[in-house]
């Protein structure tokens, strides 16, 4: 992963500007962990704002993560992990 969007990424995920959602990328003000990489990261929204965690757009994914990383991600947002938490694990991990 590029190291200046992984930056971005974990500040944002720390910021409190994005309110932490569930089971999609971006719905109604909540946002996923991976809706926030790619907000910051500036892809269209019209491409990916309101769709489900499941479909997750594969060329975005695959433009900023592998699947599985995506994956797991995805997996530990919807199990409750918070942001600080997600972000302390990107910075570990990715």
């Not at 994005?18 to 892809?43: I, M, N």
């Not at 594969?58 to 433009?63: E, G, H, T």
């Not at 530990?76 to 991990?93: H, K, L, P, R, V």
Request: with cysteine; aromatic share 10%; glycine share 8%.
């Amino acid at each position: 992963m590029d190291k200046e969007l992984k930056a971005k990424w974990v500040k944002a995920l720390r910021s409190g500007k994005y309110e932490q959602g569930r089971t999609h990328l971006h719905r109604d003000g909540h946002y996923c962990c991976l809706g926030v990489l790619l907000d910051v990261a500036g892809a269209p929204r019209e491409e990916w704002d309101g769709a489900c965690l499941a479909p997750f757009c594969d060329d975005l994914r695959d433009k900023y993560l592998e699947f599985k990383t995506a994956s797991k991600l995805a997996e530990m947002n919807d199990s409750g992990d918070t942001f600080a938490e997600i972000a302390n694990y990107i910075e570990a991990n990715l």
